[in-house]
Antibody
Framework: EVQLVQSGAEVKKPGESLKISCKGS????????IGWVRQMPGKGLEWMGI????????RYSPSFQGQVTISADKSISTAYLQWSSLKASDTAMYYC?????????WGQGTLVTVSS | NFMLTQPHSVSESPGKTVTISCTRS????????VQWYQQRPGSAPTTVIY?????PSGVPDRFSGSIDSSSNSASLTISGLKTEDEADYYC?????????FGGGTKLTVL
């Protein structure tokens, strides 16, 4: 069974750094892209970027380029999304998903709250 | 970059048929596949249509997708509406290495 399990909710202060994770199982982790999607409170889905764990090839949405870093550790079948300096506007639910043409399997989401 | 525009909300009665549109702002709708996702409150999205008109296993055949090059749009049609279909629906497509979601449509089944 394909599963993507994300790390738990985070509460951070503005300016802090953060790295959230997404662990894949039940399939060949290195053979599929993993995508990240943001959903701000009460808002729609926003595609952030993707990574191919097999060779760490990474693509970003122009809206998120330079704002976040996507990485992966194929030895432990885990993808990451990280921020070096959080802002209040980063408060959102973040989903990872296995990415073909469609995003066919989704993680349960990680809620990130940034507040002073 | 392009945008995908969806109606903010639609509503229909149980048993009826509803169609949700998704219009591409630039570039041909037929050039890149369109996907549709359902998101119920408090849950992660799930795919209901991929590659314009394909249904994943487990999605009932009441859900269908199509594209119309003349209006440069895609449509999701749900027939025989059930109260459980009440959710937000998002279209998605791409160009080059950039994937884009539509703004989402809230479907109310009343």
């Amino acid at each position: 069974e394909v599963q993507l399990v994300q790390s738990g909710a985070e509460v951070k202060k503005p300016g802090e750094s953060l790295k959230i994770s997404c662990k894949g199982s039940g399939y060949s982790f290195t053979s599929y892209w993993i995508g990240w999607v943001r959903q701000m409170p009460g808002k729609g889905l926003e595609w952030m970027g993707i990574i191919y764990p097999g060779d760490s090839d990474t693509r970003y949405s122009p809206s998120f380029q330079g704002q976040v870093t996507i990485s992966a550790d194929k030895s432990i079948s885990t993808a990451y999304l990280q921020w070096s300096s959080l802002k209040a506007s980063d408060t959102a639910m973040y989903y990872c998903a296995r990415h073909l043409v469609a995003l066919d399997y989704w993680g349960q989401g990680t809620l990130v709250t940034v507040s002073s | 970059n392009f945008m995908l525009t969806q109606p903010h909300s639609v509503s229909e009665s149980p048993g009826k048929t509803v169609t949700i549109s998704c219009t591409r702002s630039s570039g041909s709708i037929a050039s890149n596949y369109v996907q549709w996702y359902q998101q119920r409150p408090g849950s992660a999205p799930t795919t209901v249509i991929y590659e314009d008109n394909q249904r994943p296993s487990g999605v009932p055949d009441r859900f269908s997708g199509s594209i119309d090059s003349s209006s440069n749009s895609a449509s999701l049609t749900i027939s025989g509406l059930k109260t459980e279909d009440e959710a937000d629906y998002y279209c998605q497509s791409y160009d080059s290495s950039n994937w884009v979601f539509g703004g989402g449509t809230k479907l109310t089944v009343l």
